[in-house]
């Protein structure tokens, strides 16, 4: 059984109120001067969003000028690798672990890219020995932190004296799209935020030799949708990232992540009922209400995850670690609990993961 030893979070350092981000993203998608239909349509949308401030990689003023996917992903590179090594750093000295034990690193991103890639540029920059072993990840989007704590828990079940650590970093406000007013661009330029989190898991022979009392990683489930490629994802061109993301969203939380869920659970003889913690990925306002009906469960089993919305939008891959990181602050773990992890990305899919808490 994997140990989460430590967990901490980045974000931009650029933070905004969402109507300042809205005016000057405002700019950006619709071009100037912009229709008032479409201006109102991106106003309404983005106070829908429930997100009353964002983190940014740069300050408003220098989107500007951000005018090819080079220069954006310049800025990926650069900021993604400090808010990166800040969230690793501070994972690790939460753990009482030194950069020099870590055995395997692992990094997820889904708004830039990079070769070498995320986790081999944090090998100098915080001193991991020169042979750990690396893992990077493209392409899971949202479900990337729940499926990064899931597949560092396979591995340490065959590993169980050793370190690891997962690193997710997202710079979403670097995909904006200029002059595009599709929709999927108006919300997710009202949406998302920019961010990294970084988890420190162990084996549990190395768990013992901590004397860490949990959250110790269960089981994991992962779900694939078919014919629902282009429910969410990227079309990639000369302008970069440009976001796929259909409104049938919700559709499919509510109508699977129950059954999903249920099946999940009663693999380890538990019901939803036995559930103490749920931390989930902040999606968005209308999944996140589908998704309180598909686990049947109060508003206030998701508070955690309407409060990170609320203060720092969807980091994408980064956000649900972000809500396991308060959680476990506002409830130490080691009460034995059962807790579930759980967000959705492209694909269509799922990734669900079991907790003792």
């Not at 220098?62 to 993604?80: K, M, P, R, V």
């Amino acid at each position: 059984m994997p140990y989460v030893a430590a967990v901490a979070g980045a974000l931009g350092p650029y933070c905004y109120p969402q109507p300042e981000i809205t005016e000057a993203f405002g700019r950006l998608v619709l071009g100037e001067p912009a229709d008032s239909a479409q201006r109102q349509l991106l106003e309404r949308l983005h106070l829908a969003t429930g997100v009353e401030q964002r983190h940014l990689a740069l300050p408003l003023p220098a989107y500007e000028s951000l005018t090819s996917f080079e220069a954006a992903n310049d800025a990926f590179i650069d900021i993604g690798v400090r808010l990166a090594g800040q969230a690793l750093a501070d994972a690790l000295a939460n753990a009482g672990l030194a950069a020099r034990d870590v055995d395997l690193v692992m990094s997820a991103t889904v708004t830039g890219v990079a070769a070498p890639s995320l986790e081999a540029r944090l090998v100098p920059v915080l001193g991991l020995r020169d042979d750990v072993k690396r893992v990077p990840i493209f392409g899971l989007g949202c479900v990337a932190g729940a499926a990064g704590i899931a597949r560092v828990a396979d591995y340490l079940v065959g590993h169980p004296d050793e370190v690891v650590a997962f690193v997710a970093v997202e710079l979403c406000s670097l995909t904006v799209q200029r002059h595009d007013p599709s929709m999927a661009n108006i919300v997710a330029a009202g949406l998302f935020g920019d961010g990294a989190a970084a988890v420190v898991m162990v084996g549990d022979r190395r768990a013992a030799t901590l004397g860490l009392a949990g959250p110790r990683v269960l089981a994991s489930r992962s779900v694939f949708y078919p014919d629902t490629e282009r429910v969410m994802g990227w079309d990639i061109g000369g302008s970069g990232f440009r976001i796929v993301l259909a409104p049938t969203v919700a559709d499919l939380v509510r109508a699977n992540l129950g059954d999903d869920l249920k099946r999940f659970l009663v693999e380890s003889h538990l019901d939803r009922s036995d559930v103490t913690h749920w931390i989930a990925h902040p999606g968005g306002p209308k999944v996140l209400d589908a998704m309180q009906l598909a686990l049947d469960v109060p508003k206030a089993a998701l508070r955690r995850t309407w409060e990170s919305l609320r203060t720092v939008g969807n980091l994408s891959s980064a956000s649900v670690l972000h809500v396991l990181q308060a959680t476990m602050t506002d409830c130490p773990p080691g009460t034995g609990e059962p807790a579930v992890l759980l967000a959705m990305g492209p694909g269509f899919c799922a990734e669900l993961v079991l907790l003792s808490w």
